[in-house]
């Protein structure tokens, strides 16, 4: 299920363009479809993931990033309610509640980074 979040938005054109691009990745997770993730992806992106605790995995390289959030976004019986998209410039903060399959949740927080059009970077953070 499609959820509206409210998005902030830095009024310039480089923030707009970073808001697309989250809007785009966060519907990947709303609509559990990841086809998009390729073309949002940079090459040289890098992701530090939430688990395991407490430093979190780091997964490098498009492939590496197109696997875990396409994993992510087709866990069965999971969701994600987005709480706000805060953007600035190149930067995005993301801040989410996630829904598990036996219906225990998380909140957390991605700190996004774009760079020409693309996701660099994602560093994830849960509340413990």
Known sequence: MK???????????????TAEI???F?????????????EL??????????VPAPDGA???GRQACVQ?????ATQ????????ETFVAGDRATIRWRYWMADGNSVR?????????GRIVEAMGYVKG
């Open 108 to 116: 957390g927080v991605n700190l996004m980074r774009v760079q020409d």
């Open 41 to 50: 992806i940079a090459e040289e992106c890098v992701i530090e993931n939430t």
């Open 22 to 24: 989250m809007r785009r």
């Open 68 to 72: 875990l959030w396409s994993a992510i």
């Open 58 to 60: 780091r997964h490098a």
């Open 3 to 17: 959820q509206d979040s409210i998005i902030t938005l830095h009024p310039d054109d480089r923030s707009e363009q």
């Open 76 to 83: 069965p019986g999971t969701r994600f309610d987005l709480e």
């Open 26 to 38: 966060n519907d990947v997770f709303q609509l559990h479809d990841p086809a998009a993730l390729p």
